[in-house]
């Protein structure tokens, strides 16, 4: 799954594709470098973003989605309002990425996919003093609650993902992908997404014997690695802004012959 943010303030990619034409090109050179899926969004979830308004949010993704979709390309909507979820599908979006989790309804009503991502707390504050007993188990039992009333409701393609940075340490992010088998176990599929996140950022400066956090632009060692052990473990999408860096790496662990532009 390739990430477009049509955001001005996303952490990594904020206010590269905010121009149409500069979005649909980006989204066109993921889909050529093998994502399956575009994920779509107009909100930054980055911790201390500042919510934006539904009606600010559908018009940044609504022309994107609509184009993506016109040309065939499964397009996911990544959104915690149910407004702009109906209007991204009524737009050709067939899936809803939803970190808020509470959008099962909307899927259902609309017989679309959903991923239910796990976070604690609001991301103005969800990296403030996050807290679990055992982290594992309370994400878990909280990601098969949400499934199992989705299912319920009429959802047929259900998805879970631990949310990793979404109100955890850099210990918690760790403990979760050590234990991405039992997410897998459950027998729903798993999307996960570490890509260039923070606490790539803050173990990278540290193995580079730096005491400051890797920057945004050089975490792509970090969300490789990541990216490729969720998928050894059985996780059945990977959510990344790197698409070919990883589907490269994803293809040597498959034991598959990688043709470079070059050769080709
Ligand atoms: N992470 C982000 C956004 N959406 N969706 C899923 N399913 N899983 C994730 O881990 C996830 C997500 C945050 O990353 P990004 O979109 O790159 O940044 P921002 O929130 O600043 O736009």
């Known amino acids: 799954m390739g990430v477009l943010n049509i955001t001005p303030d996303s952490f990594s990619d904020g206010g590269q594709f905010t121009d149409l034409a500069t979005a649909l090109a980006h989204a066109h050179q ?13 909100e930054s979830t980055r911790p201390g973003a500042t919510p934006v308004a539904p009606v600010e949010e559908q018009r940044r993704v609504l022309p994107v989605v609509e184009a993506l979709a016109a040309e065939g390309i499964a397009v996911s909507i990544d959104t915690r309002h149910a407004s702009v979820a109906r209007a ?9 990425n939803d970190v808020g989790a509470s ?3 909307v899927a259902a009503e609309h017989g679309v996919a959903w991923v239910a991502v796990h976070s604690q707390g609001e991301p103005a504050s969800m990296q403030d003093a996050p807290r679990y007993q055992d982290v594992v188990a309370e994400v878990l039992d909280y990601l098969v609650g949400r499934a199992e009333a ?3 409701a009429g959802v047929v393609d259900v998805w879970i993902d631990p949310g990793v940075g979404f109100g955890k340490t850099t210990a918690h992010n760790l403990t979760l992908l050590a234990h991405l088998d039992r997410f ?16 790539l950022g803050g173990l990278l400066g540290v193995s580079d014997g730096r005491d400051v956090a890797a920057p945004v632009a050089d975490r792509l060692e970090g969300s490789l690695a990541t990216a490729t052990w969720a998928m050894a473990n059985g996780v059945a999408m990977v959510r990344v802004h790197d698409v ?3 589907v ?4 040597v662990i ?7 532009d070059a050769a080709a």
């Open 254 to 260: 498959a034991g598959q012959i990688i043709t470079t």
């Open 88 to 96: 991204a599908v009524a737009a050709g979006a067939t899936m809803i």
């Open 30 to 42: 993921m889909v050529a470098d093998g994502a399956h899926w575009i994920d779509v969004g107009g």
């Open 103 to 105: 959008l099962g309804p």
């Open 150 to 152: 989705a299912r319920a």
């Open 248 to 251: 490269e790496a994803a293809l």
């Open 244 to 246: 070919r860096p990883t």
């Open 184 to 199: 897998v176990a459950t027998g729903h599929p798993v999307l996960v997404g570490t890509s260039r996140k923070g606490f």
